[in-house]
């Protein structure tokens, strides 16, 4: 055994050194005596395995370890990143960036308290979300709404609340899976709704629907084919003839669109994205669509449409374990207000971002790519006309165009380079394509585009 073993100081030693009494300014007790027993835990191990050494660390290199390690703890929080992805709703970014005026008002109501439950006009207890309920009713249509923490969310309490030990009726092509956790299938067995394929997985026709129905049968379900499309030989219900056929025979109609677009974005090359005006004109009793998809919000999940089915929704117990909270209402409902105002994509930064003409991010990839050019590093840079996506669990196949940076080191490779700017302040998320280091402009807010020069200058010092 290692003599050392025996001399090991003791926390209470460690505590009065002068380091340690530092660190307990920075943090609190119990954590940093907690740090400290495990940075003493791994010298015990250390020693025990290791006889070659033959000296203990001093009390300072101990605290100084246990400092690292709380630094490092604290770093590992959410940091900002420069989207250079191209992805427009990066879920491993946060998806939609959200608007000034969002924040703002998150910020107003976060650090004091809001009119979460009361209706000020006249002093009584109001439904928490109801201004924003009555935003999304004027923008999107139907007759009620109302707000959960994202569409898995609402998707799982539309189904608890409208057919549970019910037979829902769904098409084999719509069974998506979104970013690998929600898959239909176990969404509805989640709800206690009993799912019925029917069709297959190229074609589904509406008499596929009308003869799996019967007596078990609550509602026809539509599920927007978000991240992939099925083509060549197919075959889908459009959402007017399951809404005809779900009148006919009493059944509720319930349609998952995912991306919520407000209007068309045929003019940005994004089509075939099914919008929810549309849906709740055609007579859908539900439809429901993500706030941070390309409404541009805050992550939640928005059911609208009948005033029946919605407040079965809103009534029913689950719906408690999914609302939404003080700041995602303040900051959905100030997203609403920039669409009401009729000049969302002046100031959505997600419609800004896909707004923004080619020429412009062209001429920003110029500046950005002789800037690098001249700096004194030994990165070369180059402009090149690019196709980008939006991304998220939207919209897999159609392109939208761009323009890129592209980075060459002379003495590191695509991925070391790209691991560098990912381990910057703030991070950079660049996209490797065929070897190389993109940055895509077209993700990359006009005001962070100095701060991309200077990082990438910086990363090869
Ligand atoms: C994205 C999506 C969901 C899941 O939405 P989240 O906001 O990620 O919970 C559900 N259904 C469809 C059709 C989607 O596109």
């Known amino acids: 055994m290692n003599p050392l073993l025996r001399s090991i100081p003791s926390v209470s030693q460690l505590l009065e050194t002068p380091e340690v009494v530092e660190l307990c300014a920075d943090y609190s007790h119990d954590v940093v005596v907690s740090r400290l027993r495990e940075c003493l835990d791994d010298l015990r191990n250390t020693l025990k395995t290791d006889s070659s050494i033959g000296e203990l660390p001093s009390h300072s290199d101990i605290a100084n370890l246990a400092r690292k390690s709380l630094t490092q703890l604290s770093r590992s929080s959410l940091r900002p990143v420069i989207n250079a992805t191209g992805v427009l709703l990066h879920t491993g970014l946060g998806r939609a960036p959200m608007a000034e005026s969002a924040v703002r008002q998150i910020q107003e109501v976060a650090n004091g308290y809001a009119s979460v439950e009361i209706d000020l006009e006249s002093g009584k207890r109001s439904q928490r979300v109801e201004a924003v309920e009555q935003k999304l009713v004027e923008l999107f249509g139907g007759e009620r709404a109302t707000v959960v923490n994202n569409n898995a969310g609402a998707t799982l309490l539309t189904l608890a609340a ?139 999940g928005i059911i609208i449409g009948s005033e029946a089915s919605v407040s079965k929704i809103a009534s029913h117990p689950l719906m408690r374990a999914l609302r939404v909270d003080k700041m995602t209402l303040a900051g959905l409902s100030a997203t609403l207000d920039l669409y009401l105002g009729g000049k969302p994509e002046q100031e959505v930064p997600l419609l800004s971002l896909l707004h923004t003409p080619i020429e412009v991010l062209e001429h920003r990839a110029e500046v950005m790519s002789k800037a690098i050019n001249e700096s004194e590093t030994k990165i070369s840079a180059s402009v090149e006309s690019d196709v980008t996506y939006l991304g998220g669990g939207s919209v897999p196949t159609q392109e939208i165009s761009t323009c890129c940076v592209v980075l060459k080191s002379a003495s590191l490779t695509a991925d070391q380079l790209a691991s560098k700017l990912r381990r910057s302040e703030p991070a950079i998320l660049p996209r490797i394509k065929n070897d190389r280091v993109h940055l895509d402009l077209r993700t990359i807010f006009a005001r962070e585009d100095n701060m991309v020069i200077q990082l990438v200058t910086e990363s090869h010092c």
């Not at 075959?235 to 059944?251: A, F, H």
């Not at 099914?274 to 055609?282: G, I, K, Q, V």
């Open 162 to 300: 409208l057919a549970s030990s019910k037979e829902v009726i769904v098409s084999r092509g719509e069974l998506v899976e979104i970013g690998g956790s929600f898959r239909m299938p176990d969404v509805m067995s989640a709800s206690g709704a009993i799912m019925h394929e029917v069709g297959t997985t190229n074609k589904t026709h509406l008499r596929d629907y009308d003869s799996a129905i019967n007596e078990d049968t609550a509602c026809l379900l539509k599920v927007h084919c978000s991240n992939y499309r099925v083509e060549g030989f197919t075959k889908s219900v459009p959402i007017t003839e399951l809404v005809t056929l779900g009148k006919q025979r009493g059944l509720i109609v319930v349609d998952d669109i995912g991306s919520g677009a407000l209007f068309d974005y045929a003019s940005l090359g994004i089509t075939g994205e099914p919008m929810a005006t549309e849906s709740l004109a055609a007579g859908s009793d539900i439809v429901l669509l993500s706030g941070d998809k390309l409404l541009g919000g805050p992550q939640c």
